[in-house]
């Protein structure tokens, strides 16, 4: 059983900058992909980047291309995500996932979440 686990939230200005960490824990990655997503108050749940654990390849949405970047460490083994000048429609709670490539199944291993919270 996977289990990832967040942390790095918190109440930021807008123009600051927060690194989220996703911990993952419970089997080989080598052949999954993870991914950040976020759900603000009265919305869905959006994606917002990826990275393949072999290769690196790192997907981006486009709300977020130039501010955010992914990345993984792959002896802890940890996904973060560096996420820098911040706006106030950034606040929401993200979630960290993983999703084994070529699997049907999509994210299907979620983190409990992070909030990250941006003032105006």
């Known amino acids: 059983q996977v289990q990832l686990v967040e942390s790095g939230g918190g109440l930021v200005q807008a123009g600051d900058s927060l690194r989220l960490s996703c911990t993952a824990s419970g089997r080989t990655f080598s052949s999954y992909a993870m991914g950040w997503f976020r759900q603000a108050p009265g919305k869905e749940r959006e994606f917002v980047a990826s990275?393949?654990?072999?290769?690196?390849?790192?997907v981006y949405s486009d709300s977020v291309k130039g501010r955010f970047t992914i990345s993984r460490e792959l002896r802890k083994p940890t996904v973060y995500q560096q996420m820098n000048s911040l706006k106030p429609e950034d606040t929401a709670v993200y979630y960290c996932a993983a999703h084994r490539i070529g699997s049907t199944s999509g994210y299907d291993q979620w983190g409990q979440g992070t909030q990250v919270t941006v003032a105006s």
């Open positions: 990275i393949r654990w072999s290769g690196g390849n790192t």
